[in-house]
């Protein structure tokens, strides 16, 4: 019992020598060729487009919405074609201009409360959110929770649509993190899962949403 006492005790203070041998050596400052400057961003429009590209990159979908009448048109061609039968949203003032209840209602669309009942929601088809901030870079939406939208909008329901508005862009994961800083958690989406098998075959969705959507809302 005693040499196993003591050859523990041996490895362990290898284990805390060679820490703090670590902790204390200054760290190298990055190469100048591993330094980049923060992304500058584009003209709203340019960041627009880009983001709508970087989307569709991502197997999503992604449109610009001009109006009430342009969002219920898209409404009803996203329900025809992901054929929605339930839907879940929270509030939020970029929906108040659009009405989103009542065009899902006369669409057939059974609406949902989305509290904390996980289990309902995914049995759900839709789950829609506004997104907090979007990276045109990447083709990403930050969604906080902290905001009173719950997280498990964008994850347990068959379809994810994300409403962002032009003033939500940001350069880079910079200012993402940045506005996010001291949240509790919050969601970075880039488009549904992609997993593959041994064979290499590509297969969307296998955790979280089948189908992701952006619309750019102004």
Request: charged share 25%; with cysteine; proline share 7%.
């Amino acid at each position: 019992m005693s040499s196993h006492l003591s050859a523990r005790e041996t490895i362990l203070g290898d284990v805390r020598r060679a820490v703090a041998a670590y902790a204390l050596s200054p760290l190298e400052p990055l190469p100048a060729k591993a330094q980049f400057a923060p992304r500058k961003a584009g003209s709203p429009e340019e960041e627009m487009e880009r983001m709508i590209r970087e989307v569709r990159r991502l197997s999503g979908q992604a449109q610009r919405i001009g109006g009430r009448d342009e969002f219920a048109a898209a409404m009803a061609g996203l329900v025809r074609n992901e054929a929605v039968r339930t839907a879940a949203f929270s509030d939020h003032p970029l929906l108040e201009p659009y009405g989103v209840a009542e065009i899902l209602k006369d669409l057939g669309v059974r609406l949902l409360p989305p509290g904390p009942d996980g289990r309902r929601l995914a049995e759900c088809d839709l789950g829609m959110t506004v997104a907090d901030a979007a990276i045109p870079e990447t083709g990403t939406v930050l969604l906080r929770t902290t905001k009173g939208q719950a997280d498990h909008l964008s994850i347990l329901p068959r379809i994810h649509l994300a409403l962002v508005s032009p003033a939500a862009f940001l350069p880079d994961l910079h200012q993402a993190f940045a506005l996010a800083k001291g949240d509790r958690h919050f969601v970075l989406v880039s488009g549904s899962s992609r997993t593959a098998d041994i064979e290499k075959v590509l297969t969307l969705g296998v955790h979280g949403p089948k189908s992701f959507h952006v619309w750019i809302c102004g």
